[in-house]
């Protein structure tokens, strides 16, 4: 066997780690590269804030002298204990199309997971659910949003050679953007806020938003709480993120819904696609990276629905409408042609029903699998 395993254990190896996408997928019109530096926090034990309940080796594969693949393992305390399972998940997966590299990833984590005494593997999946998850399994010819993991067909093959299946779906779909908002959908909105006395929060600033931050993370704990394994962002977290994104996002593709005492019971954050831009980065914002994302976010005809929630208990109620509603507004008065939605579990029914009433096609699907080791 020329494969051999090396665990990254300093700065220099995690370099080569976050750096191997690079050749795997040089030459690849659809691959949108990740910020260097980005990923390089997310995977360290002392900047990113998921460490306080996880824990996580990686690893590289080398063949030949060169590097092959990378795999990451991760087990989440929490969400084993609030899911009730020993799993590990595995991240950060790619690979060249070589079955004696795949394979010895693949034993190298479930010999660290039963090491561990977990019973099982899933995933692509990160620290939370802020981290990219699932492998692409239809949708090779499209564009991913930053936000979402690309990978060669190949890797579906070598996943399911392994003994790993289905566990989990997501699906996004694609919308003409300046599509009118349809006759039904403005009739019901407009019921929908008279019953419940409701309110559509609109901003001018970034400045008007960030003191409801930390809220909107709250209600996208409570929205997401039975969905496949989320488990809610701690404070820290919820801080963390905050810093990282919130400062950034265009508040005219902003939305949220309050009810009479002014509490959001739902939100919609969209922000003008920044995957062109971040192929031309390629990895790096400095020096000359920056100006790629701020010329995309300045003038854009493509949309990316990025983060959206409702409170539990509003979800059966139509809330979901009114920030989609509004949401398209702004997009025709931008002229903003294209929108690609979030991921939607196929699963979770109340998500996906939202877009019943608009023109749309399903853009890409993605898998979270799953291999049991007791076999």
Same mark, same amino acid.
């Given at each position: ?5 090396? #665990?990254?254990?300093?700065?220099? %190896? ?24 980005? #990923? ?12 306080? *309940?996880? $824990? ?6 080398? =063949? ?29 997966? !790619?690979?060249?199309? +070589? ?15 039963? #090491?561990?005494?977990? &019973? ?10 802020? +981290?990219? &998850? ?29 003994? *790993?299946?289905?566990?989990? !779906? ?30 559509? @929060?609109?901003? &001018? ?22 969905? *496949? ?7 820290? $977290?919820? %801080? ?11 508040? &005219? ?8 005492? +002014? ?16 192929? =031309? ?15 995309? @976010? ?61 023109? =749309? $096609? ?14």
């Amino acid at each position: 066997m020329n494969v051999t395993i090396q #665990e990254v254990t300093s700065k220099k %190896d995690l370099k080569r780690f976050v750096m191997f996408p690079f050749k795997v997928f040089k030459g690849c019109e659809y691959w949108v590269p990740p910020l260097i530096d980005g #990923e390089m926090q997310i995977l360290d034990k002392d900047k990113n804030p998921a460490f306080e *309940y996880c $824990e996580a080796k990686y690893w590289l594969a080398y =063949k030949d002298g060169e590097i092959a693949g990378r795999i990451a393992g991760i087990i989440n305390h929490r969400a084993n204990e609030k899911w009730g399972g020993r799993l590990v998940r595995i991240g950060w997966v !790619d690979f060249t199309n +070589d079955a004696e590299v795949s394979g010895t990833l693949f034993l190298t984590v479930e010999n660290w997971a039963k #090491e561990r005494g977990m &019973e099982g593997i899933h995933g692509p999946l990160g620290f939370t659910d802020m +981290d990219n &998850e699932g492998l692409l399994i239809e949708g090779f010819d499209k564009l991913p949003t930053i936000a979402n993991i690309y990978n060669h067909p190949y890797y579906v093959e070598h996943f399911e050679r392994f003994g *790993y299946a289905k566990a989990e !779906d997501w699906i996004q779909y694609i919308f003409n953007a300046s599509q009118p908002i349809p006759d039904k959908v403005q009739r019901i909105n407009q019921l929908i806020i008279q019953k419940y006395n409701l309110k559509v @929060l609109r901003f &001018e600033s970034v400045r008007e938003i960030l003191p409801r931050a930390r809220e909107v993370l709250e209600v996208l704990n409570a929205s997401f709480t039975n969905l *496949y394994g989320f488990v809610a962002l701690t404070d820290k $977290e919820i %801080d963390y993120y905050v810093k990282q994104y919130f400062s950034y996002i265009k508040p &005219e593709f902003v939305c949220f819904v309050a009810d009479t005492t +002014d509490k959001i019971i739902g939100f919609g954050i969209s922000m003008p696609s920044l995957s062109k831009a971040m192929q =031309k980065c390629k990895g790096r914002l400095f020096p000359f990276g920056f100006i790629y994302v701020l010329k995309a @976010l300045r003038k854009n005809d493509t949309i990316d629905l990025y983060l959206n929630g409702v409170l539990p208990e509003w979800q059966s109620k139509g809330v979901h409408a009114l920030y989609y509603a509004e949401l398209n507004k702004s997009y025709i008065r931008n002229n903003i042609r294209t929108a690609i939605s979030n991921p939607q579990l196929e699963s979770n029914v109340n998500a996906i029903s939202a877009w019943k009433n608009y023109e =749309k $096609e399903m853009y890409v699907r993605r898998r979270c699998y799953k291999k049991m080791l007791n076999g």
